[in-house]
């Protein structure tokens, strides 16, 4: 059984659900100890005792302390079973993140997956729900991941609500190298539900200034809709890059199309390949299948990432740090 120590590093779900998908993957049973030990609440949230219970489905196994504020956790994965899931996460935890946590287990599954989770699509510490679709999982699909995601419903804080599907289909990894891209344009969906119209306007509208003022060209479609949920939204993305931003009580809609279209600079104006939340969400594709990407700097996620895939994989992954951070495997 392998050994984690949880509250190594980062510290955070990201290990548990890393280490989770990676015992799925390899088949090697691990037990994970101290998790998010340094965390103002320490142990398992809801939303990752309900992700590792969702893998344990998918990997036909057994898994013992995956509640809500366990500090321990064993789990013992069998065969990978395609099929049809059904998850719900419950109020807004984060559908991307679960998916973040299932999907390497369901693209080496016996059968291709539609998997539907339910929970906050647009929620604050995770991707958005576009960003998934529109920058994460276009990358893996360089790795030879096949996926597809749809967003049939938005769901925001507190309320969440939001549905999401993914459809995988089984297949080898490949290796991918993956080089910076020169485009100068952006694309991106503003989003509001039971808010009033102008909201997505001006966020799309201060984004997209700022984008021009950057030299960059936006086309940033407006979408307003009345769900069980409240909130709104904006996320940005060229090539595989992102940026966003959520609206919340108080922060003028400008400020958020504002916001978005910085972070989305910033990560432009660097010369690496991909974003620096992506550095980390590419690790277990680059640790299963080898090649190389560029980030802007080795984040904290990253390299606990990279610590965790080492433990389950002979992968041999290095960072370089130079002008910009190279992570090779
Ligand atoms: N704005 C964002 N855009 C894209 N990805 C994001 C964004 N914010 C966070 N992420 C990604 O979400 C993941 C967050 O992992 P992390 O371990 O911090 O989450 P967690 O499960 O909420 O745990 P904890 O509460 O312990 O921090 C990382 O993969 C990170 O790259």
Known sequence: MIEID????????????????????????VRIKRIRENRPKPGLSPQHATAIKALARVADGEVEGAEPGSSELRFRPKDLVGGDYDVDIGTAGSVTLLIQCLLPALVFADSPSTLTVRGGTDVKWSPTIDYLSQVALPAFAEFGVMARLS?????????????????????????ADLSPSESRSIEGISHSSNLPEHVVRRQSEAAAEALKRGGYDAE????????????????????????????????PAERVGALAAE????????????D???????????ALAGGSYTAPIVSSHASTNIWTAKQFLEADISVEVGAVATFRA
């Open 6 to 29: 949880g509250s190594f590093g980062e510290g955070g779900g990201q290990i548990v659900r890393t280490a989770a998908a990676l015992s799925a993957v390899t088949g090697y049973p």
């Open 151 to 175: 967003c049939r419903q938005r769901g925001y804080h507190p309320r969440g609500g939001g549905v999401a599907v993914l459809e995988t289909v089984p297949g080898k990894l490949v290796r």
């Open 220 to 251: 940033i479609g407006c979408v307003t809709q009345e769900l069980p949920s409240t909130g709104s939204g904006i996320t940005l993305w060229s090539g595989w890059k992102g940026g966003s931003a959520l609206g919340e009580r108080g922060l």
């Open 263 to 274: 972070e989305i600079k910033r990560e432009l104006g660097s010369k690496a390949a991909v």
């Open 276 to 286: 620096l939340h992506l550095s980390d969400q590419l690790v277990p594709y680059l």
